[in-house]
C-alpha cells in the first residue's frame, strides 16, 4: 500500500490521524504528550498547532483509497504499540474506519495485537543468549566464563549480554529499512524481550508492565516510536502496508528511512547497556541517574552507528519478516 509522494496534503493527514490514535486513551501523561508533539513536529506538523488537528477534517483531506488505508493502518500500529487496545482506543479506530468508509477489516489489527501479545520468554530472534553454565536459571553476573559450544570459543558472561545486545540493535535498525509498516511495530516486542533477557539472567523475573516502566524511566516512549518510524516511511514514499513485500530488496536510497534505522540501532543499544547496569548493579539507579546513564549509552551508541551501517544493512536484505514476527509470537 502506498501513497503519492508528491501529495503531502494526503501524508499529513495520515500523521495527524496517527498523532490523533497516540492520544486516543486519554491516558498520556504530560512528558508522553510533549514527546508526542515534538514526533508531530519533527515530521512536519510544526506549522499546524496540535490543537487544531480534528479527526474529521484530518479524513477529509484523504482523497485516494490508499491513503485512506494506509491512516487506518498507522492509526491501529500506534495504538497497539504499547499493548491491547482500551475502551477508547476502540472507540477511536471504530469511528476511524466508519469515517473512512473502509471495506470489511483489514489484516493490520490482529498482527499488531498478535506482536503486543507475544510472550516474553524464549529465543531472541537473532542469537540467544548462553544460560548460566550451559544451563537455564538465574544469573550469576560474575564474570565466568560459558563453556565453548560446536566450536564456538566461550564467551564470558558480559561478553556474550553485549554480543545479545548487539544483534538486537542491529535487527532494529534492520527493522527500520523495511517497507512493511509493521516492521516499526515488531521493534517494540524485540526490545521488550532483550531486556526480560537480560533480567532474568541477573536472577529478576519480570513482566510486561515492569519492562514497560524500566522504558519509561528512560524516556522510551512505545508510541512515540512507532508513529515515529511508521511516518518516516509514509514520508519517504515506502509505506507498503502491513504484509506488502519489498520490491527489489532494500530501498535504501532514502533518508529518512536512513535515519530511522539509525535512531533504532542506537536506541536498542543504549537500552540494552542500560539495562545490563541497572540489573547488574540490583536496581539502585534512581530514575534520573538512569534516565543519564542511558544518554550516555546513546552516545555511545551513536559513536558506533558509522561502522554498524553496512551490517544493518546486509541484515535487511536478508531478513524475512515473516518468519521474524512468527518467532516473536512463538509459532515459529
Known amino acids: ?26 491516558r498520556r501523561s504530560v512528558a508522553e504528550q510533549e514527546e508526542l508533539v515534538k ?58 474506519k466508519a469515517r473512512l468508509d473502509l471495506p470489511g477489516e483489514s489484516g493490520t489489527a ?8 507475544a510472550p516474553l520468554p524464549g529465543p531472541t530472534p537473532s542469537g540467544m543468549l548462553p544460560a548460566p553454565g550451559g544451563g537455564g536459571g538465574g544469573g550469576r553476573g560474575n564474570g565466568e566464563p560459558r563453556p565453548s559450544q560446536a566450536g564456538i570459543p566461550a564467551l564470558s558472561h558480559d561478553a556474550a549480554i553485549d554480543l545479545m545486545i548487539r544483534q538486537q540493535a542491529l535487527l532494529a535498525g534492520a527493522l527500520e529499512l523495511l517497507p512493511q509498516s509493521i516492521a ?18 541477573y536472577g529478576r523475573k519480570l513482566d510486561a508492565d515492569q519492562i514497560k516502566d524500566l522504558l519509561g524511566a ?17 514520508l519517504s514514499g515506502l509505506g507498503r502496508g502491513l504484509l506488502g513485500k519489498m520490491a527489489g530488496g532494500l530501498v535504501g536510497g532514502a533518508t529518512g528511512m536512513a535515519a530511522g534505522a539509525g535512531l533504532a540501532f542506537v536506541t536498542t543499544y543504549a537500552l540494552g ?50 518468519r521474524l514476527m512468527a518467532t516473536i509470537r512463538g509459532t515459529a
Open 1 to 26: 500500500m502506498t501513497v503519492d509522494s508528491t501529495d503531502p496534503t494526503e501524508r499529513d493527514a495520515i500523521i495527524a490521524i496517527g498523532y490523533l490514535a497516540a492520544l486516543a486513551d486519554g
Open 39 to 96: 514526533v508531530f513536529s519533527r515530521l512536519g506538523g510544526g506549522d499546524l498547532p496540535v490543537e487544531d488537528i480534528s479527526l474529521p477534517r484530518a479524513v477529509s483531506e484523504l482523497r485516494s483509497p490508499e491513503a485512506r488505508g494506509l491512516a487506518y493502518e498507522m492509526a491501529v500500529s500506534v495504538i497497539y504499540a504499547d499493548g491491547d487496545a482500551d475502551p477508547g482506543e476502540n472507540a477511536f479506530l471504530d469511528d476511524l
Open 110 to 117: 490482529a498482527e499488531a495485537r498478535n506482536l503486543v501479545d
Open 184 to 201: 516499526t511495530v515488531a521493534i517494540i516486542p524485540i526490545q521488550m524481550r532483550m531486556v526480560y533477557r537480560i533480567g532474568a539472567d
Open 218 to 234: 528512560m524516556g522510551i516512549g512505545a508510541v512515540a516510536q512507532v508513529l515515529d518510524g511508521a511516518a518516516r516511511r509514509l
Open 273 to 322: 547497556h542500560a539495562a545490563k547496569q541497572y540489573y547488574a548493579q540490583g536496581r539502585r539507579l534512581s530514575q534520573a541517574d538512569l534516565r543519564a546513564l542511558f544518554e550516555r549509552l546513546r552516545e555511545e551508541g551513536e559513536a558506533l552507528l558509522p561502522q554498524a551501517r553496512e551490517e544493518i544493512k546486509a541484515q535487511s536484505q536478508r531478513l524475512d519478516l515473516g
